[in-house]
């Protein structure tokens, strides 16, 4: 009893077995291709768990993002075993097993045990290989969170646990394995997985966690522009995007992947507009529903967009080449910190563009506006700018009316805010009205939910 009390107050590392049943997970609840390569890896004489996110997610109820395995034999061992699979990566060599499930290929990652040797590292203690394998015991050491480091054995259906991170799971904790200052070092993208984990899945940071990450924030410049990318995408598409970006501003982390929230947060419009953007996100992934990364960045830096393209009018340049210009501007300061691929880059710069087409409301220029094929994305960000008073209301309504009736009736509506016209080019009359309140008017088109 004693030497229990002693040992949770020391949390001395020590290996816990446990049933898995009794902490919710089951074997039917595992990804069928993550419970094949344990079985066949552990037929060909291996080890293999399924570790991570995914044995966390089900203790806690929620389904899991993805099933991660983590095994003794080494990448070309699993190459072996799997003649479909790949090795990938070379900072951290992985293997991917491909399975066709539901029509589509699904990845299995496998890892091989990390080690405990020494890492090569640069001059802050940023690990820049981490290929030295080692034992189960060594590769839960080398894990970032407590909770992140329990493994599933399929086969004996028993969950082990080598550094209290079930206790931490039911006291709704995130610990860090080790010395968090430390590890931050190794790797700083752990503080970004720090923020995000603790807002998805509603765990405080312990503060011995929480402590450096203030003075290790900096160290996020050395990250490679396209990793936080992928980490920035993963707090925006994590369901609790504004929580994260809280969470990170608190921090002092914003200043390295989003620096212009602290500009965002200064009036009431541009706050409502991140935050309804956001709020709009976690719905949409809440049910189940595709989230389109360009409209997210469109929305996300539209404001450095408008103040710089609101200078270039103010000095007396033309609209679209302003725009051009001011959008040019900002992805040259953007790509610094962010790589955005160019296929969400892309989308994000048609919706800017297509902005200022919505105040043309002249002759023909309405249905050729409409004929586009990002116009439900561009409509969709011009409501949000409605909504939150960054253009006017009459604009939107005059929109969403104009999607929705006859094409005498558009006409009719272009002539009462211009004066009498022409008319449209009548050979450009194709779409009809589909009649649907609040509806995508484009079937098949883009919207701002589609994916990417
Ligand atoms: P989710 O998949 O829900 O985003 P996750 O914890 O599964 O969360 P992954 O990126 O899938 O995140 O990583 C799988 C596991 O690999 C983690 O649970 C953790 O054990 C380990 N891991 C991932 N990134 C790091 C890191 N930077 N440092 C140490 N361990 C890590
Ligand atoms: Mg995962």
Redesign the pocket.
């Known amino acids: 009893m004693i030497r229990k009390l002693i040992g949770k107050v020391l949390r001395r590392p020590g290996k816990r077995v446990l049933h898995a049943k009794h902490y919710g997970v089951r074997r039917e609840d595992i990804h069928s291709g993550a419970l094949k390569v344990c079985d066949r890896l552990q037929e060909a004489g291996y080890e293999a768990y399924v ?4 044995v ?2 089900l203790m806690l109820g929620k389904a899991p ?2 099933f ?1 395995v983590a095994t003794s034999a080494t990448p070309e061992q699993v190459r072996h075993v799997f003649n479909r699979s790949r090795i990938i990566g070379r900072r951290f060599r992985i293997v991917h097993v491909p399975f066709y499930e539901r029509g589509g290929e699904e990845i299995i990652e496998v890892t091989t045990f990390r080690g405990a040797g020494e890492a090569p590292t640069d001059e802050s203690g940023r690990i820049l290989r981490d290929n030295v394998y080692g034992s189960l015991e060594d590769d839960a050491l ?3 969170f407590t909770v ?2 329990l493994y599933y054995d399929p086969s004996r259906e028993e969950i082990l646990d080598f550094h209290h991170g079930v206790d931490d799971l039911e006291a709704r904790r995130l610990v860090m394995i080790g010395d968090p200052g430390i590890r931050y070092r190794e ?1 700083p ?2 503080m970004l ?1 720090a923020i995000r ?1 603790s807002a998805k899945l509603g765990l405080d940071i312990a503060p011995p966690t929480r402590k450096p990450i203030a003075e290790c924030a900096g160290l996020l410049q050395n990250i490679p522009s396209a990793r936080l990318f992928d980490e920035m995408m ?1 707090l925006l598409l994590s369901g609790r995007a504004w929580d994260c970006l809280m969470a990170l501003k608190a921090d002092g982390l914003h200043k390295y992947l989003f620096p212009v929230l602290d500009q965002l947060l200064k009036t009431p419009q541009t706050t409502a507009f991140l935050q309804k953007a956001l709020a709009n996100t976690d719905k949409r992934l809440a049910e189940d529903k595709p989230v389109s990364a360009g409209f997210l960045f469109a929305a996300l830096l539209w404001h450095e967009v408008e103040a710089s393209w609101q200078k270039k009018l103010a000095a007396g340049e033309h609209t679209v080449p302003a725009l051009m210009a001011a959008m040019n501007e900002v992805e040259t300061n953007v790509e610094k910190r962010l790589a955005i691929p160019n296929r969400y880059g892309a989308a994000m710069k048609e919706i800017w563009l297509l902005q200022p087409r919505f105040e043309q409301r002249v002759g023909s220029r309405p249905f050729r506006l409409f004929e586009q094929q990002r116009f439900r994305a561009a409509y969709d960000f011009l409501a949000l700018r409605g909504e939150c008073g960054l253009v006017d209301k009459e604009l939107v309504e005059w929109w969403t009316q104009f999607q929705f009736c006859d094409d005498d009736t558009r006409s009719a509506m272009i002539a009462r805010v211009t004066g009498p016209q022409k008319g449209p080019d009548r050979k450009r009359r194709r779409r009809k009205p589909t009649g649907k309140a609040g509806g995508a008017a484009k079937p098949g088109g883009e919207s701002s939910g589609g994916a990417e």
């Open positions: 570790v991570g996110g995914a966390r997610d993002k993805d991660d080398r894990r970032d992140n480091a790797d993208v752990r997985r984990l993963k």
